[in-house]
C-alpha cells in the first residue's frame, strides 16, 4: 500500500510539472502567434435556428472565436478591431453532397481530377462561404490522400470529406458514359463486401451508393448488393448514403440500414411509415432540391441566369452552353423533362413533411457533377428552394450549417458561431433572417480565424 502510495504520488507529482510546463509553452506561443481580433456591432446568426442576435462583439483569436457578448464591450488594446456595423455574420456553408474535380468547362470526366482543378473548385466553394464538402462517392482511389492535402493546406479551399469511390450497378447508374468511370460496381454480394472492405482501411467519411434506374432506362443495383454493402460498412464502422429517387427504394434501404438518403423521394409522398422508421433508425435526409432545378430551369430564362453571382461560379463555356437554343432544345426534348419538372415540387413538399417530423436534414447541391449544377452558386439557390418548401430562414440557414455539421459528425469543431468553435464565417451586407436571397451579400469569408476572401463578386459589392 505504501508503495504504490509512493509511485502514485511521484507520478503525480510529474504529471503536475509537465502540465504546468504545457501551459507555459501554451501562454508565450499565444503571445507571440495569436492577436486577438474583435468584430464590433454586428448581427450573429449562430446556425443554431435561433434568432439573430443584434449589435454583437465578437472575439477571435488564433483559429477559434473566444467569446461573444452584448455591445460595447471594452476590446483589449493589443486586439485589432473591426466595426461591422449593420452586417451581420453566419456560418460558413457545409455541402454535405458535392461532386469535386470531375467537371471541367463543359465537360465532365475522371480526366478532369487534376490537383489544379481540385484547388480551382475548393476555392470556388470557398469565395462563395462553403467551408467543407462531402464530395460523394467520385473521388476514384486517391481519395484519402486528396482529403489528406485538404487537412494540410496543401489543397487551400474548402474542407474535404470524401465517400470514397462510391458504389454503383454494373452497366447501370452513375453511368459510365457521363463521366463516372471510377466507381465500383460489384455484381455480387461477395464483390460487395469487397468493395467496401477495400475502401475501410482508409477510412472513407461515408460508403456511397447508387440506386436507381433513371427512369428504366439502366439497370438498377439489386436490393442483395446494397444489403451487403451497408452490412459490411456497419461491420467497419461506416456510415452508408444512397442515391435515391423513388419511394420504394427509399423505403427498403431504410429498412435494410442505410444511414443517409443523399436526395429527395421525388416519385411520391414520404408517407408516415417511412417517416417513423427514419426516425427510429436516425436516418438522415439530403434534399439536393437545387439538381432537380437545374436539371430544367435552363429550357426557360430563369431570372438568376443573368446574375453575377451565378455567372462568376461559370468555368468557361458554360453560360453560352445554357443559353443557347440548341441547348434549350435539347432540354425541352428530353424525354424525362416532365418528369424532372414534377420532382421538385414533390421533394418540396417531403422536404417539409420530413424536417418537420425531427429528422436530421442537411444541406446538399449535387454540385460539381455536371457542369449545369455550378459550385458555389447552388448551395446558395438550394437555401432559396429550402425557403420555397416552406422553411424559414433560420432553419434553412440551420439546416446548411449545423444540421449538415452533424452529419459529419464536426458539430464540436464547426457549423455554429459560438465560443470555443472554429472562427469560420460569412460576412453579408444584409441579413438573410429576412430575405434568404441576403446570403448572396457576401462581403468577406473567414475561415480558420482568417479572412480568406472577399466573396466572388468584391468588385461590385464595395
Ligand atoms: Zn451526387
Known amino acids: 500500500m505504501y508503495v504504490l502510495a509512493r509511485v502514485l504520488r511521484f507520478h503525480i507529482l510529474r504529471l503536475g510539472v509537465e502540465v504546468l510546463t504545457m501551459l507555459a509553452v501554451m501562454a508565450g506561443a499565444r ?18 435556428g435561433s434568432p439573430a442576435h443584434r449589435d454583437r462583439t465578437v472575439a477571435i483569436q488564433g483559429d477559434r472565436i473566444l467569446a461573444i457578448g452584448g455591445g460595447h464591450q471594452r476590446a483589449p488594446a493589443s ?13 460558413l456553408i457545409i455541402n454535405a453532397h458535392g461532386h469535386l474535380g470531375l467537371t471541367k468547362g463543359t465537360t465532365q470526366s475522371a480526366a478532369n481530377q487534376t490537383e489544379e482543378n481540385f484547388r480551382h473548385q475548393l476555392l470556388r466553394y470557398e469565395e462563395y462561404g462553403v467551408g467543407a464538402v462531402l464530395s460523394m462517392g467520385t473521388d476514384g482511389k486517391r481519395f484519402a490522400e486528396i482529403r489528406e492535402e485538404s487537412r494540410s493546406g496543401a489543397l487551400p479551399g474548402a474542407d ?21 468511370t471510377e466507381v465500383l460496381r460489384p455484381e455480387t454480394a461477395a464483390e460487395a463486401r469487397s468493395a467496401v472492405a477495400q475502401q ?31 452490412d459490411e460498412a456497419h461491420k467497419h464502422g461506416l456510415r452508408v448514403a444512397a442515391h435515391v429517387y423513388h419511394l420504394e427504394d427509399a423505403r427498403l434501404l431504410v429498412a435494410d440500414g442505410v444511414d443517409v438518403l443523399a436526395h429527395s423521394v421525388r416519385d411520391g409522398d414520404v408517407d408516415d411509415a417511412l417517416i417513423a422508421e427514419m426516425k427510429k433508425r436516425h436516418v438522415a435526409y439530403i434534399p439536393t432540391l437545387s439538381l432537380d432545378d437545374f436539371a430544367f430551369a435552363y429550357a426557360g430564362s430563369p431570372n438568376w441566369v443573368g446574375d453575377p453571382f451565378f455567372v462568376a461560379a461559370l468555368d468557361p463555356g458554360v453560360l453560352e452552353m445554357i443559353t443557347s437554343a ?46 449545369i449544377r455550378t ?11 429550402m425557403v420555397q418548401a416552406g422553411l424559414t430562414p433560420l432553419q434553412a440557414i440551420s439546416v446548411a450549417t449545423s444540421n449538415a455539421a452533424a452529419l459529419l459528425h464536426i ?36 475561415k480558420d480565424g482568417k479572412k480568406v476572401s472577399d466573396g466572388p463578386l468584391p468588385a461590385i459589392i464595395h
Not at 503571445?31 to 443554431?48: K, M, P, R, S, Y
Not at 470524401?162 to 452497366?171: L, Q
Not at 467519411?205 to 451487403?228: N, T
Open 411 to 446: 458539430a464540436d469543431q464547426c457549423g455554429t458561431i459560438a465560443a470555443g468553435k472554429k472562427a469560420n464565417f460569412i460576412v453579408l451586407e444584409k441579413d438573410p433572417s429576412q430575405d434568404i436571397h441576403n446570403t448572396q451579400s457576401i462581403r468577406a469569408v473567414w
Open 31 to 48: 503571445a507571440f502567434a495569436q492577436q486577438e481580433i474583435v468584430l464590433t456591432n454586428v448581427t450573429v446568426i449562430d446556425g443554431t
Open 160 to 180: 474535404v470529406y470524401t465517400a470514397g469511390m462510391g458504389i454503383g450497378a454494373k452497366n447501370g447508374v452513375p453511368p459510365v458514359g457521363m463521366g463516372f
Open 326 to 371: 440548341e441547348y434549350k432544345a435539347k432540354v425541352q426534348a428530353n424525354k424525362v423533362t416532365a418528369q424532372e419538372q414534377a420532382a421538385l415540387p414533390q421533394a418540396m413538399h417531403n422536404l417539409k413533411k420530413i424536417y418537420d417530423a425531427g429528422i436530421l436534414v442537411a444541406l446538399g447541391t449535387d454540385s460539381g457533377a455536371t457542369p
Open 200 to 230: 475501410a482501411a482508409q477510412k472513407p467519411d461515408f460508403i456511397k451508393i447508387w440506386v436507381d434506374d433513371f427512369w428504366g432506362q439502366y439497370p438498377k443495383m439489386p436490393p442483395e448488393i446494397y444489403g451487403a454493402i451497408i
Open 375 to 385: 459550385q458555389g452558386f447552388a448551395e446558395h439557390m438550394e437555401l432559396t428552394l
Open 79 to 91: 486586439a485589432k478591431v473591426i466595426d461591422l456595423h449593420g452586417q451581420t455574420i453566419m456560418p
